[in-house]
T-cell receptor
Framework: GESVGLHLPTLSVQEGDNSIINCAYS??????FIWYKQESGKGPQFIID?????DKRQGQRVTVLLNKTVKHLSLQIAATQPGDSAVYFC??????????????FGTGTRLQVTL | DGGITQSPKYLFRKEGQNVTLSCEQN?????MYWYRQDPGQGLRLIYY???????QKGDIAEGYSVSREKKESFPLTVTSAQKNPTAFYLC?????????????FGAGSRLTVL
């Protein structure tokens, strides 16, 4: 079946360094991808999204890259801060255009920021 | 402030009991969703609704039921038929395209079966 997965379950990064979190997807028909951040005991928070007609999108300190050739998605966090410590999920939308979103989530990567 | 409110935050249930989790949103979103999250895993879709009085099963609907009598509310009932109900339950809402597909999540409800 279709799936969204992550390469690394845990990523440890020193404060101030850049973080890269990777995600592989298998549904070549997916046209929308989202990254969420989830802190312990809380609901996921939206970070950034990207549509399949784009290769790159930048936000504040975050960049999402989409490589449709190899079905790969990555989240880059610049100058990682202790407050970035959380679990990060990528998700792809299986919903049809004009209907409710049906997101398939990966298992998540835990980002640990060391001082 | 606009957002999604889930209650209760923590809930304990004895085996064989039904429990209902509340979800209310004031974002004027048309679509609402329920996800289940188990430790160390991603979110799995239980049910979703695009319009009042209509809802669809997600990937793991067995043992759950929902209703959508008002646009703002989408309660989830975990029935005694759900064999492994202990989990973290997340409610979300979104606009329906051509707007953004971003889901806004609540803070979650943690259900523990004793």
């Amino acid at each position: 079946g279709e799936s969204v997965g992550l390469h690394l379950p845990t990523l440890s990064v020193q404060e101030g360094d850049n973080s890269i979190i990777n995600c592989a997807y298998s549904n070549s028909a997916s046209d929308y991808f989202i990254w969420y951040k989830q802190e312990s005991g809380k609901g996921p928070q939206f970070i950034i999204d990207i549509r399949s007609n784009m290769d790159k999108r930048q936000g504040q300190r975050v960049t999402v890259l989409l490589n449709k050739t190899v079905k790969h998605l990555s989240l880059q966090i610049a100058a990682t801060q202790p407050g970035d410590s959380a679990v990060y999920f990528c998700a792809e939308n299986r919903g049809e255009a004009g209907t409710a979103s049906k997101l398939t989530f990966g298992t998540g990567t835990r980002l640990q920021v060391t001082l | 402030d606009g957002g999604i409110t889930q209650s209760p935050k923590y809930l304990f249930r004895k085996e064989g009991q039904n429990v209902t989790l509340s979800c209310e949103q004031n974002l004027n979103h048309d679509a609402m969703y329920w996800y289940r999250q188990d430790p160390g895993q991603g979110l799995r879709l239980i049910y979703y609704s695009q319009i009042v009085n209509d809802f669809q099963k997600g990937d793991i609907a067995e043992g759950y039921s929902v209703s959508r009598e008002k646009k703002e509310s989408f309660p989830l009932t975990v029935t005694s038929a759900q064999k492994n109900p202990t989990a973290f339950y997340l409610c979300a809402s979104s606009r329906i395209p051509p707007g953004a597909n971003v889901l806004t999540f609540g803070a979650g409800s943690r259900l523990t079966v004793l």
